[in-house]
């Protein structure tokens, strides 16, 4: 079965960091884009990072200089390092897959659980 598994969430105060893992199974991550997208209570999923297989990366406005993400293709595990978090950074967070961080969600696909991220004193 392919997909992905994301951990690594958890409850933090503001001006905190993670780190969320997503790691693939069943396929492998080479060749591929990995997006990680988030979505709020009430509002709709948002793209917020994607890492392109030859390791370029393009982040939400919002999160620039904040978040980073890489990707370990040995282990088959992206990364979403997270730091100076706020607020409106609480969310669920989930990986998928595409063939290029050029396509918009609707294209990504084998999407994980998700895992939850709060931001909260």
């Known amino acids: 079965q392919v997909r992905f598994v994301e951990s690594g969430g958890g409850l933090v105060q503001p001006g905190g960091s993670l780190r969320l893992s997503c790691v693939a199974s069943?396929?492998?991550?080479?060749?591929?884009?990995i997006g990680w997208f988030r979505q709020a209570p009430g509002e709709e999923r948002e793209a917020v990072s994607c890492i392109s297989s030859d390791g370029s990366t393009t982040y939400l406005e919002s999160v620039k200089g904040r978040f980073a993400t890489s990707r370990d293709n040995g282990k088959n595990t992206v990364y979403l390092q997270m730091n100076s978090l706020k607020f409106g950074d609480t969310a669920v967070y989930y990986c998928?897959?595409?063939?290029?961080?050029?396509?918009?969600?609707?294209?990504?696909?084998?999407w994980g659980q998700g895992t939850q991220v709060t931001v909260s004193l």
């Open positions: 069943g396929f492998s991550l080479d060749y591929k884009a």
């Open positions: 998928a897959t595409s063939r290029s961080c050029a396509l918009t969600q609707r294209n990504f696909v084998s």
